[in-house]
């Protein structure tokens, strides 16, 4: 989203990172060219370079800035509580609340892996290890407490990541179900596939349709 | 996979569908040039066009291809039963090896969409949505005998085959589980996700160990 305050090189910087995850989702990384992009923001190709000195630094900054911002977020809902299906619960709603508002940019952090150079490449990978982390120690406790039925915690992890960032390619707001609907349904299944008392875990945490419905 | 038999000519597009598809996971579509393609394969840019006439030809040949492999290998392996475990159970083992046997054609078909015309857009969508409701359908004869417990099929069908096909993301041959014990994993988070009591289906339906040790 470009940013209202700041100053003019702040929303220029903005600016550039919304037209450039656009355009890479639209043609792919290596087929965009920092010329085009320059002409969607509506500056020199100059004043990019001010900004991203390489294409690949651009390229990095979206990936980066996306895992980081998806981290931030969790951080921002866990709940205070132990439960591991409380938690849980908190963790579908946020990962699908965050990847359905940056549809472009997660398909962007997804497909654009094989761009970066290997040093860059090491560090997305560690956000994303530091995210998918937070979900097996959630999904070990609930096994360890006897809450989840789990036969691999880490197969688990990425079945569920993947079954909730899938939703972006189907899912457009305004058409058969609200993301307060998806949400619901998605927990139901989660809940089902590590094998957690569905009424248990309906009590323990309501789907927040107030914030969902504000968030888009 | 580059046929064995066959005239020079069959043995040539099968080895510029082979490097197409090799060279778009790797750079996106958008980016490969057909001269980067022939130079790939051995042959002059003139014998592509021969076999392709256009860029475009080749995406859309290597996509419904694809989708017609993927619903004819579903065609071989979906069993005679009406039982809808056992049939959910041969969905999940066919898609799962279907796919890891693909991995650079499922990533082709899955991110390159964009890239179609409309009315070639159009004849993937069908075929996808033909796939699609095969297992749809047997969710559904599954919740109205109530064997599975569901709440909504679309969005069941979708999870499914999201979690399914991001095996291919992280899966690789000869690293810590085989494509066995993925399945098998794979097959009990189905079930449970369905509502399906596992012990019901494990009598139902074996993991074909042999065949998926074979098939790579």
Request: hydrophobic share 45%; glycine share 6%; proline share 3%.
């Amino acid at each position: 989203m470009a940013r209202t305050t700041g100053s003019d090189g702040e929303k220029t910087e903005a600016a550039v990172r919304e037209a450039a995850v656009s355009l890479i989702a639209r043609l792919g990384y290596e087929a965009m060219s920092m010329r085009q992009l320059a002409a969607k923001v509506g500056v020199q190709a100059a004043a990019l370079y001010r900004y991203f000195p390489t294409k690949e630094d651009l390229l990095f900054t979206l990936m980066r800035e996306h895992m980081e911002g998806l981290l931030k977020a969790w951080d921002r809902t866990r709940p205070a509580s132990d439960d591991p299906a409380a938690r849980l619960a908190a963790y579908v709603e946020n990962h699908i609340a965050f990847h359905i508002a940056r549809r472009h940019a997660t398909h962007v952090s997804n497909m654009e892996l094989r761009s970066l150079s290997p040093e860059r490449l090491t560090r997305i990978l560690k956000l994303r290890t530091a995210y998918e982390k937070e979900l097996r120690a959630i999904l070990r406790d609930g096994a360890e407490a006897g809450i989840f039925e789990i036969d691999d915690v880490g197969l688990t992890a990425m079945a569920l990541i993947q079954m909730m960032t899938g939703v972006i390619v189907w899912f457009r707001p305004g058409e058969r179900l609200s993301i307060a609907e998806v949400t619901t349904t998605y927990l139901s299944m989660t809940m089902r596939l590590v094998g957690a008392k569905i009424d248990t875990f309906s009590v323990a945490r309501p789907v927040r349709r107030a914030r969902d419905a504000v968030a888009l």
